[in-house]
Nanobody, 128 residues
Framework: QVQLVESGGGLVQAGDSLRLSCAAS????????MAWFRQAPGKEREFVAA????????YTADSVKGRFTISRDNAKNTVYLQMNSLKPEDTAVYYC?????????????????????WGQGTQVTVSS
């Protein structure tokens, strides 16, 4: 059974930084596209960033590009989201996700339906 456990969320002030971690188990981590999504109160789940398993290239949503960076450490079965210059609108529950593994995509998947496994989420609250 795949397990994804997020950590690193918290309450911060605007302009601060946080690094989220997602520890994965129950999968061949290096063969999965990994992603971060977020869901703010009253809003639908939103794609944040993803990282491929073969080329290790990344894609980041325009709303966070230049501020957030996704990375992975296959030796540690962990994916990270470094969040800098946080804004109040970044307030959300952040979820780690993994695709089904072992497949190549023409485009990086950025839809929730393209991911098979999800973590419980970690709350990020940014106050002004």
């Amino acid at each position: 059974q795949v397990q994804l456990v997020e950590s690193g969320g918290g309450l911060v002030q605007a302009g601060d930084s946080l690094r989220l971690s997602c520890a994965a188990s129950g999968l061949t981590f290096s063969r999965h596209v990994m992603a971060w999504f977020r869901q703010a109160p009253g809003k639908e789940r939103e794609f944040v960033a993803a990282i491929r398993w073969r080329t290790i290239n990344t894609y980041t949503a325009d709303s966070v590009k230049g501020r957030f960076t996704i990375s992975r450490d296959n030796a540690k079965n962990t994916v990270y989201l470094q969040m800098n210059s946080l804004k109040p609108e970044d307030t959300a529950v952040y979820y780690c996700a993994a695709d089904r593994g072992g497949v190549s995509y023409v485009y990086i998947p950025n839809r929730g339906s393209e991911y098979n496994s999800w973590g419980q989420g970690t709350q990020v609250t940014v106050s002004s």
